[in-house]
């Protein structure tokens, strides 16, 4: 699947891949490189609350 970077970097995660992770509006991300690929990782509420 290919999608664009837009204004200020952002891009959309296509639909069906939202759906097949569980991933809705305002859930965290963690964002990572591995080699030379961009990895993008649901982060579960729980932690999110022991980061802050």
């Avoid at 999608?3 to 970097?9: E, F, L, T, Y």
């Amino acid at each position: 699947m290919l999608v664009q970077v837009k204004k200020r970097a952002q891009i959309t995660i296509p639909l069906q891949i939202r759906k097949a992770m569980g991933i809705k509006e305002g859930d965290m991300l963690e964002v990572g490189l591995k080699e030379s690929e961009i990895v993008l990782k649901p982060v579960m509420n729980r932690t999110v609350e022991l980061m802050h």
